[in-house]
């Protein structure tokens, strides 16, 4: 029994100890933020917003980092990062739960205590102009996530053993295709077709290709 209570007493310092460092790193980062003027922040805030409305191919943290500089602000790279991270986070998060201005205020007092009343009140403006914005654009892409393909191979064999697929001693074509899901997670499709399978395969690849070249 006491060397049962000794491990939950080291496990619960742990757990302490881990909570102690989310939360010093949250403060730490929000501090940095509440450093941000108001118009600083909020020229940061539309950066992301516009990035996550789809008007933007993404965020240029560069850019940010030079009006940071000129405006008097000196954040090393990875504090600017975080700021970054966490702001594209937030409004993600916002967006894809449909949260209104003031329930993104109650989550963000609720996650620190150390956000300025300014701050907020940026955040508070720009999410509820351009929320509604980015949880359209979110459910968009949801309809539309599709993977990307980024690599193809494949190779000749010969069936040693009969399935439904092809016959003893026959040829075959094996394809592998690694793709990006919308995630952004790289995965692998392999799939077998017969000769004759494979080619109506590349008679619709040409057919596609005579198409695209009309475009």
Same mark, same amino acid.
């Given at each position: 029994?006491?060397?049962?209570?000794?491990?939950?007493?080291?496990?619960?310092?742990?757990?302490?100890?881990?909570?102690?460092?989310?939360?010093?790193?949250?403060?730490?980062?929000? +501090?940095?933020?509440? !450093?941000?003027?108001?118009? &600083?922040?909020? =020229? $940061?805030? @539309?950066? %992301?917003?516009?990035? *996550?409305?789809?008007?933007?191919?993404?965020?240029?943290?560069?850019?940010?980092? +030079?009006?940071?500089? !000129?405006?008097?602000?000196? &954040?090393?790279? =990875? $504090?600017? @990062?975080? %700021?970054?991270?966490? *702001?594209?986070?937030?409004?993600?998060?916002?967006?894809?739960?449909?949260?209104?201005?003031?329930?993104?205020?109650?989550?963000?007092?609720?996650?620190?205590?150390?956000?300025?009343?300014?701050?907020?009140?940026?955040?508070?403006?720009?999410?509820?102009?351009?929320?509604?914005?980015?949880?359209?654009?979110?459910?968009?892409?949801?309809?539309?996530?599709?993977?990307?393909?980024?690599?193809?191979?494949?190779?000749?064999?010969?069936?040693?053993?009969?399935?439904?697929?092809?016959?003893?001693?026959?040829?075959?074509?094996?394809?592998?295709?690694?793709?990006?899901?919308?995630?952004?997670?790289?995965?692998?499709?392999?799939?077998?077709?017969?000769?004759?399978?494979?080619?109506?395969?590349?008679?619709?690849?040409?057919?596609?290709?005579?198409?695209?070249?009309?475009?």
């Amino acid at each position: 029994d006491h060397w049962l209570w000794l491990q939950k007493y080291r496990g619960d310092l742990v757990i302490n100890e881990l909570l102690h460092f989310c939360i010093s790193g949250t403060n730490k980062l929000v +501090d940095n933020i509440c !450093r941000l003027s108001p118009d &600083l922040l909020a =020229e $940061a805030c @539309q950066h %992301i917003l516009t990035y *996550l409305q789809g008007q933007a191919r993404g965020v240029d943290s560069a850019e940010i980092s +030079d009006r940071f500089q !000129r405006a008097g602000v000196r &954040l090393d790279h =990875e $504090a600017l @990062q975080n %700021i970054i991270r966490f *702001l594209l986070i937030t409004f993600r998060s916002a967006g894809k739960n449909n949260l209104s201005g003031d329930d993104l205020v109650l989550r963000l007092e609720e996650g620190s205590n150390k956000w300025s009343k300014a701050s907020l009140q940026v955040l508070h403006s720009l999410w509820s102009e351009h929320g509604a914005l980015v949880h359209a654009q979110q459910q968009v892409q949801t309809m539309l996530s599709i993977g990307q393909l980024v690599d193809i191979q494949w190779k000749l064999g010969m069936a040693v053993s009969s399935d439904t697929c092809r016959s003893l001693n026959s040829p075959y074509v094996s394809l592998l295709l690694k793709i990006i899901e919308p995630s952004g997670q790289i995965c692998q499709r392999s799939f077998e077709m017969t000769i004759p399978q494979f080619q109506n395969f590349h008679k619709q690849f040409k057919e596609m290709a005579a198409v695209m070249e009309t475009v």
